[in-house]
DNA sequence: TAAAAATGTAAAACGCGCTTTACAATTTTA
DNA sequence: TAAAATTGTAAAGCGCGTTTTACATTTTTA
């Protein structure tokens, strides 16, 4: 699954570390997301989501099946 | 966290496994889910959602911090 | 261009999301 | 009310989401 994390960020002109804090995950957390390692959890990615003031819908690119 | 996927389930009134196979898990999986013993991950609530034709933010419920 | 900041890799460990199987309890229907 | 359908419980097992720590590479800034 792809997402949109790093584009909101560098949009936001915050570093990784900054969101990381600010979602309450570490920093690998976010370098995993951004690099497409896995997934985040529900709960991960509404925090995330929340914090750029988007959908869960819009972050995340649910591929079809 | 809470969810309405039971809610959503009677208002269409569909048994737990017609909503299992239709999402593609098992019915232990929907019964845990409606039960409150985990959470969905992200790629299930999308799909339970979709099956719904709501948002993942509708169906599901996130507590505050 | 050197130093500092930001990003990335690696690997081990833990808990949770989901499956599988089997059986019990409850609800609905004939 | 008996049979059938639906919902629930239990427990073991696997893989993924997240943490932690330590170090390497890349990018930015003075």
Redesign the interface.
């Known amino acids: 699954?792809q997402n949109r994390i790093k584009e909101y960020r560098k949009q936001q002109k915050i570093t990784q570390d900054d969101l990381a804090k600010a979602v309450d995950v570490t920093r690998q957390t976010i370098i995993s997301l951004e690099n497409g390692k896995y997934?985040?959890?529900?709960?991960l990615?509404?925090r995330i989501a929340k914090y750029f003031s988007v959908?869960?819908?819009e972050l995340?690119i649910?591929e079809e099946d």
Chains 1, 2 share one sequence.
Do not use: G, P, R, V
């Open positions: 699954m997934d985040a959890s529900l709960k990615a509404h959908s869960i819908e995340f649910f």
